[in-house]
């Protein structure tokens, strides 16, 4: 009885048994990927793939993104759904022309709604290598004519590059500046914006009036103004700018920022060089200064911000110093100083000396403290190496404040009147200027004094 039980209890069926549980691991591998990807689907898997697109009909899109993150499964099922026609005429809306269409109780705004849309096919899109994610977008985004640099008949009156831009900018948020650059690359070669730009830099200003405008929106409206933080803004004007030379990195400075016509948009070159303007017209040129000058904007040196301004202020031809002076004072105290310190520094004392003048012109004008121009002033005397080379620049001030006064004089004088008696007007801030100018330098000494 022994040698049976021993015998079958040695038979080869163990071998036998490891065999069939390779065959059986191999079909269970099988059926375990698609049971796999069934348990990922949760109670959907009950649904039919129709039933489950329905579904999806009555979700907001900010849902949707949420219910992507619940398995790579349902995310791969919401991307098919996104390319079905019923998916393109449900995301893609295109009511861009419709001021109506701002928001309200029921329906988010074109622009929240395509903010959404930048979530989801963020998250749906989470694996793909960032040159696939760009492809992926392109494909279902490129039926939109209105997000093209020259899709859309009316851009002024469109609000598709803006919901553009905030899509990209939902997009992108978080990405490392390789990723951003490489979208930039691809934003460039769909819309062939270096060709525009340089038809646009190279031709006579305003000659191209519709291609201005154009580039303007485009670059305004996709790349920089849905920037969260000022760093990112930074970045997309420095790819924008750093591809060109430094006169055409001006006037294309000037056409994205410039002051533009509140009738048909288009840029207005002449608005600098006829006559004083005022700070909003200079406001957008101020502040993308202020972000080049930034440190945080690590592709730009001090003197290349400087030389900038330089440029630009002769863009078309040589702007009225008062324009000047109010850039610098809006541009703010450290790129006004570094400004001012360049021409010291170089030998450009009647340059300074005429600048000091209308800098506190526009303190007079615009009511700023006048103690502010003595002060900058008073800060610049000290970049001079010798105490002769302070004297004479304080001896040009006087001089430019005396020859800039009569020639004032003169024109009123000479009967040169409009309507509104602009030479008058200017005489009169002129010679206030120069007074309180003297005053705030007559209070500064006797306080230095006692």
Known sequence: MTSPIRTSYTL???QKYRRSCRHYNKFSNVLGTDSLSLSTLGNFKALPLEIFQMVLEYLPVKDISMLSMVSKT???????YISTPTGNKRLLLQDFHNPERSGNRKEPSMLEHYRSLGLLLKRCTLLLPTKERLKYIHKILSEISCFKLSGCSDPLHCSGLQCYGVFLQTLTAGWDELECHRVYNFLCELSNLPRRVQTAVSSKPGSARKLELRIRIFC?????NHSVHSSDSAFWLTRILKPWPMVNQARLLYIIFGPASNLDGHVVWQKMTEGPTDETSLKGLADAIKLLYDPEAKEWTADDVISLVDELAVV???????????LLILCGNNICFTFMASKAVNGRAIELARLVVFLALVCE??????????K??????????????????????ENAFAHIVMDALQSVISGEHD?????????????NAQANFHKEILYLTMSNKT
């Open 12 to 14: 080869i069926p163990n």
């Open 74 to 80: 349902i995310s791969s099922r919401l991307i098919n």
């Open 220 to 224: 305004r409206n996709v790349l920089l």
């Open 316 to 326: 078309p031809q040589e702007w009225l110093l008062e324009n000047s002076a109010r």
């Open 365 to 374: 004008k615009d009511m700023y403290c006048m103690d502010w121009a003595v």
């Open 376 to 397: 900058m002033m008073q800060k610049v005397c000290k970049v001079f190496n010798t105490s002769g080379e302070r004297n004479n620049f304080l001896q040009s001030v």
């Open 419 to 431: 309507e509104e008696d602009r030479s008058f007007l200017y005489l009169f801030h002129l010679v």
